[in-house]
């Protein structure tokens, strides 16, 4: 792939992230993978809309804003996974107290990623590459940290077949790192392969009870689910 650009500090201590091309059969795999996928699923897709929209009430989906390609942000479209109950105050409750048995469903077999497919054909994410974390952890990240931003962000990669939301912050950070050092047509089918196995398994998936940690560069330590 020949000598990748350097993530850096500017003159005032900003992190700039410079861009990774997107190779031109990542791309095509990414268009017509994402098109079928919608295709295919749509039965999958429209089921999961009407048990969230009687389950759960009004609000079938969510967007939260997600670091994508060059440190920059996009949003991440999603099925919403818990309900919308609030307090006395009027603010949302706790993760905990919104937790539902359908939401949980959806996140353990990965049925709350489907409409990420329409970011993937929008060209705002890959089928494959490092999950796009949250657009507030952008600011705290060193150098090193922000490398996997250089390429597009993606729907799995090597975390999600490794261990998913068991896997550490520096675990999650090195894996990306790896798939960004080895990325290849074949080590995308082999991941795309993995996943659909790692789904119908479950295993590590349970994002409703699992939370992880990430310290910043300023040793600022933020708990939040995937």
Same mark, same amino acid.
């Given at each position: #792939?020949? *000598?990748? %650009?350097?993530?850096?500090?500017? +003159? ?5 992230? %410079? ?9 095509? #795999? ?5 098109? /079928?996928?919608?295709?295919?699923? /749509? ?24 670091? /994508? ?12 996974? #818990? ?20 939401? +949980? ?6 049925? +709350? ?33 922000? =490398? ?34 080895? @990325? ?12 659909? @196995?790692?789904?119908?398994?479950? /295993? ?8 992880? *940690? ?6 600022? =330590? ?5």
């Amino acid at each position: #792939m020949g *000598v990748q %650009p350097t993530v850096h500090r500017d +003159d005032d201590g900003n992190v700039v992230v %410079p861009k990774i091309p997107t190779p031109i059969w990542k791309r095509t #795999m990414d268009v017509v993978g994402s098109a /079928a996928g919608l295709i295919v699923l /749509a039965p999958v897709f429209a089921a999961a809309a009407l048990l969230t929209r009687i389950t759960m009430g009004p609000g079938v989906f969510f967007t939260q804003k997600r670091g /994508a390609h060059g440190g920059e942000t996009f949003e991440i479209i999603k099925f919403r996974t #818990m309900t919308n109950d609030r307090g006395a105050d009027g603010k949302p409750l706790p993760d905990s107290e919104r937790t539902h048995w359908w939401g +949980d469903t959806m996140r353990r077999f990965s049925i +709350d990623e489907l409409p990420g497919l329409i970011n993937v054909l929008r060209g705002e994410m890959s089928l494959v590459g490092p999950r796009p974390f949250y657009a507030i952890y952008l600011e705290r990240y060193t150098p090193e940290h922000a =490398q996997r931003h250089q390429v597009v962000p993606g729907i799995t990669g090597l975390c999600q077949t490794q261990g998913r939301n068991s896997l550490s912050w520096d675990e999650k950070f090195e894996l990306d790192l790896e798939y960004i050092r080895r @990325r290849s047509f074949l080590l995308d089918i082999k991941i795309l392969w993995a996943t659909v @196995r790692a789904v119908f398994g479950g /295993a590590g998936a349970d994002g409703a009870k699992l939370t992880t *940690v990430y310290a910043g560069a300023d040793g600022t =330590q933020t708990e939040a689910q995937e």
